[in-house]
Every structure is written in C-alpha cells, then in structure tokens.
C-alpha cells in the first residue's frame, strides 16, 4: 500500500495486524495477533445494546534514529482500567495492555510513518461486553483489541488556530460517565458537533452541565487557557475526561516553562483573561483556537491566523519529547 505520509488525514485505514483477547469464567485468555479486521460478537452483546464498551487513544511515534516511541503508555492502561470499572468490566492487566500495544507496533511498524512527516501511528485499545445477553446488567464475556493505522493532523491545516462555538448541549451529566472514555460521551457529541461544523466551526465547546457558566471540553478534547499574567489554567470537573495530553501540559508548563499553573473553574465570563487558549488531546495534540463565539459574541483570542508564543513554545516541548527530539521527564517514554 503506497501511501502519502505528508497528507494523511485522521482516517480509518486497515493494517495487517490487530491484537485480541477475550475474557470468559474470569479470565483473560493468552492475547495473539490476528489479520482478522472483523469483530465476531453475539447480537446479545451488552456493548450494542446497553453500551457497555470503553476505549483508549493513543500514538507510536517515529524517532529521527528511526526507533520507535510511545508516550505515556502506562497512564492509558491505568484510564481504561479505570473505565472499566466504572462500567463494571474486567480490568485489563497493565502489563498486558502494553505488552498488546507493543506487539500490535512491531507488527505493523511499516505502517509508523517516518520521522519528519508530522504523521503517527494512531492506536485503539478497545474493551466490549460480549456473548450471549439480553438482560440490563454485565456481561458474561468480554473482548479486548488493539488495532493501529497511521494518521495525520486530527484538524486540518496542523498547528493553526481555528474557532469553536459553545453549545447549548451537554456531552454528559453530572454525576455520568464524563471522566471516563466511553463510547456514549462521544455518541452524544455527534450532533452537536454537526450543527457547529455546519456553521463553519471546527467543533463546539461544552459547558458544565449542572450550570452552563464554566467551559468543560472542547469536542473531544481538553481545554486550556493562557491567562494575561503568563498562568497555565485549564478546567477540572468530574464530568471531564483526564486527559494524558493535558497533564503533560501541566508538568511542561511548570516545570519546563516556568508558568505558573492551576486546574479549576473556568467561567464563561472569564474568558477576557486569556490571551492564549486551545484543545489538548492525543488526537489533537494541541489545537490552538482563534475565537469563541459566546451567543452573538465573538471573542477572539491571540490571533485567528497565528499561534500565540506559548502555544507554541508548549507545543515544541511536548512534541519534541514525543519524538525523541527532547529529553522525557523519567517514565514518559517506553521504546517499542
């Protein structure tokens, strides 16, 4: 398969290998890759019926010697497990989710696009209840997979600023499934996000849903904010979903460029303190925003065409230690 790996976009494309693994009697069986793209499930499945089903996000990255990085590894097992939990599914072991992750790269490390080209190889561990069941409860079966295919720049155009709307939807309730990677979260999403790219937004922003005053996430990512006095800030709530992206900003921004930083409310009638904002995510990466519009108001930000130094300067680092390029914070890195 000859492919452009300058203009990749955010696409489902089929690679050789997948992992799998099922859990039957209380336990995991011994995972394996398989050519199959083909999930063979029950029509009873709890998981197409009740939504019982959880998934994670995550990347390989190609280094300029040509080894190959994940980031983070570790955090993405520990929030599906997390999300299994919640949804009252077997955990899957840390070290099988990345032993899975690493087996699913290697096997398809001709598909991790090479260094320089600004693509990645985009993973998928997916958790679903499975066999035969019709009643609202667990399931009696379970799958894990792993599938990969590489990917470009989730908004198109890269690292430039693009404007969002708020919505009048909530993506969860209070006391729901928010913080947690849930195929329903994103579901609700969905046509709120197309009344906003109808009206020639990359997406909308959601607010918290007990008051409609603070800003939540942004699509399917996290907000942060760079208030006129050089503080990193970005939203904490129990109905968003801890973001590994966001957290490294946190630690990056600190640590590394010497901000100041805070996790907490965000209010709608705050947002004259930014001078920066954008969305954070694996998917995302960072996405600048240019504007909101807040009702009839427009607010733009740094710029609708330029990113905003900080921005920027947060980008470099955390894609710099992605790639290799920079040196990690102990523990963010596991070689492939």
Same mark, same amino acid.
């Given at each position: 398969?000859?492919?452009?790996?300058?203009?990749?976009?955010?696409?489902?494309?089929?690679?050789?290998?997948?992992?799998?693994?099922?859990?039957?009697?209380?336990?995991?069986?011994?995972?394996?890759?398989?050519?199959?793209?083909?999930?063979?499930?029950?029509?009873?499945?709890?998981?197409?019926?009740?939504?019982?089903?959880?998934?994670?996000?995550?990347?390989?990255?190609?280094?300029? *010697?040509?080894?190959?990085?994940?980031?983070?590894?570790?955090?993405?097992?520990?929030?599906?497990?997390?999300?299994?939990?919640?949804?009252?599914?077997?955990?899957?072991?840390?070290?099988?989710?990345?032993?899975?992750?690493?087996?699913?790269?290697?096997?398809?490390?001709?598909?991790?696009?090479?260094?320089?080209?600004?693509?990645?190889?985009?993973?998928?561990?997916?958790?679903?209840?499975?066999?035969? #069941?019709?009643?609202?409860?667990?399931?009696?079966?379970?799958?894990?997979?792993?599938?990969?295919?590489?990917?470009?720049?989730?908004?198109?155009?890269?690292?430039?600023?693009?404007?969002?709307?708020?919505?009048?939807?909530?993506?969860?309730?209070?006391?729901?499934?928010?913080?947690?990677?849930?195929?329903?979260?994103?579901?609700?999403?969905?046509?709120?996000?197309?009344?906003?790219?109808?009206?020639?937004?990359?997406?909308?922003?959601?607010?918290?849903?007990?008051?409609?005053?603070?800003?939540?996430?942004?699509?399917?990512?996290?907000?942060?904010?760079?208030?006129?006095?050089?503080?990193?800030?970005?939203?904490?709530?129990?109905?968003?979903?801890?973001?590994?992206?966001? #957290?490294?900003?946190?630690?990056?921004?600190?640590?590394?460029?010497?901000?100041?930083?805070?996790?907490?409310?965000?209010?709608?009638? *705050?947002?004259?303190?930014?001078?920066?904002?954008?969305?954070?995510?694996?998917?995302?990466?960072?996405?600048?925003?240019?504007?909101?519009?807040?009702?009839?108001?427009?607010?733009?930000?740094?710029?609708?065409?330029?990113?905003?130094?900080?921005?920027?300067?947060?980008?470099?680092?955390?894609?710099?230690?992605?790639?290799?390029?920079?040196?990690?914070?102990?523990?963010?890195?596991?070689?492939?």
């Amino acid at each position: 398969m000859a492919l452009d790996w300058n203009n990749l976009g955010f696409d489902y494309i089929k690679t050789p290998f997948r992992y799998i693994s099922y859990w039957k009697d209380g336990e995991w069986s011994k995972g394996e890759l398989t050519e199959d793209n083909m999930l063979h499930i029950s029509e009873g499945s709890t998981a197409l019926h009740y939504g019982q089903q959880c998934f994670e996000g995550l990347k390989a990255y190609r280094c300029k *010697d040509n080894s190959i990085n994940l980031f983070r590894v570790d955090k993405n097992a520990k929030r599906m497990q997390v999300s299994a939990r919640r949804l009252m599914m077997p955990e899957v072991p840390e070290e099988m989710f990345i032993d899975a992750v690493k087996q699913v790269v290697k096997a398809n490390e001709e598909f991790c696009p090479p260094y320089d080209s600004g693509a990645t190889l985009y993973l998928r561990p997916l958790l679903i209840g499975t066999g035969d #069941y019709i009643g609202v409860g667990p399931a009696p079966e379970y799958l894990f997979t792993v599938f990969c295919m590489p990917v470009g720049p989730y908004f198109k155009g890269g690292l430039k600023p693009t404007n969002f709307i708020i919505s009048d939807y909530d993506r969860a309730a209070p006391q729901g499934t928010g913080a947690v990677k849930v195929g329903g979260n994103y579901a609700a999403s969905l046509y709120p996000g197309k009344i906003a790219k109808e009206r020639n937004f990359s997406d909308c922003i959601y607010l918290d849903p007990a008051t409609h005053t603070k800003i939540e996430e942004v699509g399917s990512a996290n907000f942060f904010g760079i208030t006129k006095d050089d503080e990193f800030v970005t939203p904490y709530s129990p109905s968003i979903l801890p973001s590994i992206t966001k #957290y490294s900003l946190l630690y990056l921004a600190k640590e590394r460029l010497g901000l100041k930083t805070s996790e907490g409310d965000v209010y709608l009638k *705050d947002l004259d303190n930014f001078k920066e904002v954008g969305a954070c995510g694996t998917a995302a990466v960072i996405s600048p925003i240019g504007g909101i519009q807040v009702g009839d108001d427009f607010h733009v930000f740094y710029s609708e065409t330029e990113v905003g130094p900080v921005t920027k300067k947060l980008y470099d680092e955390l894609v710099g230690i992605q790639f290799g390029d920079i040196d990690a914070p102990e523990g963010w890195i596991t070689k492939v």
